[in-house]
């Protein structure tokens, strides 16, 4: 199956600085890679997404890359904001099988400090 | 127009105790899938419905984790004598299908299931 590695597992950026969350996957059959933003007591929100014939999307604020040859991918967030604030959890989707699944992360706590 | 709900928010049972978590998904989507979190950790995929018919319940950790999907819409996960390593957010999402491609899949709010 598919395994998903996500680094750091903590950071914190000053309010206007750049942040990065990087991970990587196993499965090179996997084709969607979503990110999600999840606060406290609610449930996993998409932020942005990109498919495995893309290798960047960037939407306002965030990017995201993907290198299918070295099976990465990164979350780029600009000028961040204190609501930026928050687990976020990087995912890879793989039909198999057995089914089709999003495996994740284990998720990065991002702190933005006024 | 509405999201993925998820009934109840909290749910607090004994040990033993048998228990369903009901989730509805956005109108018109045929996918549905349900994943547990535990604190600190990313949710781990249990069980993916397309239509009626559970596609894939290999994530299911035991016999006494069951789910159904009757009329295609709203599902319902249940746990039969519960044990304290239940304890985690029970999350549903749903997407418009689910096609090779992959498709966005959008969580609900979760149940946070305590077995005391």
């Known amino acids: 199956g598919e395994n998903v590695e996500q680094h750091p597992s903590t950071l914190s950026v000053q309010e206007g600085d750049s942040a990065v969350i990087k991970c990587t996957y196993s499965d090179s059959a996997s084709n969607y890679f979503p990110w999600y933003k999840q606060e406290l007591g609610k449930g996993p929100q998409l932020i942005i997404d990109i498919r495995s014939n893309v290798g960047e999307k960037k939407d306002q604020r965030i990017a995201v890359t993907l290198n299918k040859t070295a099976k990465h991918f990164s979350l780029h967030i600009t000028e961040t904001q204190p609501e930026d604030s928050a687990v976020y959890f990087c995912?890879?989707?793989?039909?198999?099988?057995?089914?089709?699944?999003?495996?994740f992360g284990e998720g990065t706590q991002l702190t933005v400090n006024p | 127009g509405a999201g993925v709900s998820q009934t109840p928010s909290n749910k607090v049972t004994e040990k033993g105790k048998y228990v369903e978590l009901r989730c509805d998904p956005i109108?018109?989507?045929?996918?549905l899938y349900w994943y547990r979190q535990s604190l600190g950790q990313g949710p781990e995929f249990l069980i993916y419905?397309?239509?009626?018919?559970?596609?894939?319940d290999s994530g299911l950790p035991n016999d006494r984790f069951f789910a159904v999907r009757p009329e295609g819409s709203v599902s319902t996960l249940k746990i039969q004598r519960t044990e304290r390593g239940d304890s985690a957010v029970y999350l549903c999402a749903s997407s418009l299908r689910s096609a090779g491609g992959g498709e966005t899949q959008y969580f609900g709010p979760g149940t946070r299931l305590l077995v005391l």
């Open positions: 419905f397309q239509g009626t018919g559970a596609a894939d």
């Open positions: 995912a890879a989707f793989l039909r198999g099988t057995s089914g089709s699944r999003l495996t």
């Open positions: 109108s018109g989507h045929t996918a």
